[in-house]
């Protein structure tokens, strides 16, 4: 049963991080290396376009990261926030991403391809370790304890579609080393909301990101609201695709949507 916020919060008086991180943008020295490498005019445009609703700089801080860490990225997709961490992990730390079996058919080929592509010829992708994770995992993704840091960027949704959101965050939990952190980004529901409906709006409940991973065995540290959208409601006819970048219903309603922006999105933090 999925438990409720309030609880969660009187029971770990967990740190709640309500304001925005925006003025690290601001204020930061440019000496900064993550500030470097989310600024990286090497980026793709089309990416760096989506700063403003993703935050990369200040999501990233939360997470509480440093160059000389050993990252693992969980599903890493397209390599929007690889193209940031591989060169900011480059010098002094190791990158170190799951990516969809390139012997898969379909999507799961194309995208793994297309990643492998960029990993070859893109230099901002030097040094990415790309491993081959199934879902549910079927084998560890590194050798145990041997991870800093675990992120991962929206991909809930489509491990709980599949049954699989516990064991993955399972497999995070047994890759970091004791007192190493699990970062989560998310797409989230309303609470209250069924699992039929989270399974397919892509969208997740807080509370129950939460509940499983506290069920696997990580300690919530702090929550932040700095990738949070009041504007999305969260009910769209094609679920969270409705929105940008996806406008699943392409140019219907597109100013709507357009207006709306980006998911409404929790950014949590654990630690092992």
């Given at each position: 049963?999925?438990?409720?916020?309030?609880?969660?919060?009187?029971?770990?008086?967990?740190?709640i991080?309500?304001g925005?991180?925006?003025?690290?943008?601001?204020?930061a020295h440019?000496?900064?290396?993550?500030l470097?490498?989310?600024?990286?005019p090497e980026?793709?445009?089309?990416?760096?376009?989506?700063?403003?609703?993703?935050?990369?700089?200040?999501?990233?801080s939360?997470?509480?990261?440093?160059p000389?860490?050993?990252v693992?990225?969980?599903?890493?997709g397209?390599?929007w926030?690889?193209?940031i961490?591989?060169?900011?992990?480059?010098?002094?730390?190791?990158?170190?991403?799951?990516?969809y079996?390139?012997?898969?058919s379909?999507?799961?080929?194309?995208?793994?391809?297309?990643?492998?592509k960029?990993?070859?010829?893109n230099?901002?992708?030097?040094?990415?370790?790309?491993?081959?994770?199934e879902?549910?995992?079927?084998?560890p993704?590194?050798?145990?304890?041997?991870?800093?840091l675990?992120v991962?960027?929206?991909?809930?949704?489509n491990?709980?579609?599949?049954?699989?959101?516990?064991?993955?965050?399972?497999?995070?939990y047994n890759?970091?080393k004791?007192?190493?952190?699990?970062?989560?980004?998310?797409?989230?529901?309303p609470e209250?909301?069924s699992?039929?409906?989270?399974?397919?709006?892509?969208?997740?409940s807080?509370?129950?990101?939460?509940?499983?991973?506290?069920e696997?065995?990580?300690?919530?540290?702090?929550?932040?609201?700095?990738?949070?959208?009041?504007?999305?409601?969260?009910?769209?006819?094609?679920?969270?695709?409705?929105?940008?970048?996806s406008?699943r219903?392409?140019d219907?309603?597109?100013?709507?949507?357009?207006?709306?922006?980006?998911?409404?999105?929790?950014?949590?933090?654990?630690?092992?």
């Open positions: 049963m999925v438990i409720c916020m309030k609880k969660i919060f009187q029971t770990f008086g967990l740190l991080i309500t925005s991180f925006s003025t690290f943008s601001h204020t440019h000496s900064d290396a993550l470097d490498a989310v600024n990286n980026r793709n445009i089309k990416y760096s376009a989506r700063d403003n609703f993703r935050n990369p700089y200040e999501t990233l939360f997470f509480n990261i440093k000389t860490m050993n693992l990225e969980l599903a890493a397209g390599g926030y690889t193209e961490l591989a060169p900011y992990l480059k010098e002094n730390g190791q990158l170190s991403v799951t990516h079996n390139p012997e898969g379909g999507y799961y080929k194309r995208s793994r391809d297309a990643y492998d960029k990993v070859s010829s230099p901002l992708f030097d040094g990415v370790k790309v491993i081959t994770a879902t549910p995992p079927t084998d993704f590194t050798e145990p304890e041997t991870q800093d675990v991962t960027f929206r991909n809930l949704h491990w709980l579609a599949r049954d699989a959101m516990k064991s993955v965050m399972q497999e995070a890759s970091l004791i007192g190493g952190h699990f970062g989560v980004v998310e797409h989230r529901a209250g909301s699992m039929e409906f989270m399974k397919t709006s892509g969208y997740v807080q509370s129950l990101a939460i509940e499983t991973a506290l696997v065995g990580f300690k919530l540290i702090a929550t932040s609201e700095v990738n949070a959208n009041p504007k999305d409601t969260a009910d769209h006819p094609k679920g969270v695709w409705t929105l940008p970048p406008y219903l392409k219907q309603d597109r100013s709507k949507y357009e207006n709306i922006g980006e998911s409404d999105r929790m950014t949590l933090l654990f630690k092992k």
